[in-house]
């Protein structure tokens, strides 16, 4: 269900709702094993625009999303990378719930700036287990307790000649992963940064090129640090 409305000449509100209902089956042959879940949950989102002059705009939103585990992590087979390293499925994945929220700058309708905080639950990513005495790593899928990001987010469209145009996006953000994991307190966070350019170009006879470059700063996914 969405809804539409003006609030005054300079505001408007889109307002929304989404009910989804899942259910899943799992069945191992091999072992005979049956895995079953199912779950009911409600998405709403939020947006306000607000107009401060036929040049500058403000836009204040909220949303939840969800994330569900695809079939290859469920899997709960087992799978030897070699002898010491074991990759192993996660029947008992639950999917990841995301609350986001953002507040933008438009300027000329085209130059964005937005700054937005998101806060996810039962977030899933790869962990890593060490068996000491055998030596042997095992690499799992698993829900982790949450994660937060901090952003900001700038885009600059550009038009450098009739046959070149560049769209271009910066962003910095922090991210912090906490989490009970196998008895140890898990506490990861980075600051990091991307920037991404996207040129096209327009060619003879019609013909459109696009040349992309996107270069990523350090970060963090889970129990890992990332350099760049």
């Known amino acids: 269900a969405n809804f539409v409305t003006g609030v005054g000449k300079k505001l408007k509100l889109t307002a929304g709702l989404r009910v989804e209902y899942t259910d899943i089956v799992g069945t191992l042959l091999s072992r ?10 409600l998405f709403p989102n939020v947006l306000l625009e607000q107009s401060i002059s036929e040049r500058y705009k403000l836009s204040y939103g909220y949303n939840r999303r969800i994330v569900r585990p695809n079939f290859r992590l469920l899997n709960p087979n087992t799978y ?10 996660n029947p008992y994945l639950t999917p990841m719930f995301t609350d986001n929220y953002e507040v933008g700058q438009i300027l000329d309708r085209k130059y964005q700036l937005v700054l937005g905080y998101s806060r996810t639950t039962d977030v899933f990513t790869q962990v890593f287990i060490q068996d000491d005495a055998s030596r042997e790593t095992v690499i799992q899928t698993q829900n982790l307790d949450k994660q937060e990001y901090f952003g900001l987010r700038i885009l600059t469209p550009l038009t450098l000649s009739k046959w070149w145009k560049q769209n271009n996006t910066i962003l910095l953000n922090h991210i912090k992963y906490r989490s009970m994991l196998n008895g140890v307190q898990l506490d990861n966070s980075r600051t990091g940064y991307m920037i991404r350019t996207a040129n096209t170009f327009d060619l003879p006879l019609g013909v459109k090129m696009e040349v992309v470059g996107t270069y990523v700063g350090p970060t963090v996914i889970g129990q890992m640090r990332i350099d760049r």
């Open 32 to 41: 005979s094993e049956e895995n079953r879940t199912d779950y009911l949950n």
């Open 80 to 89: 030897y990378i070699d002898p010491y390293t074991v990759s192993s499925g």
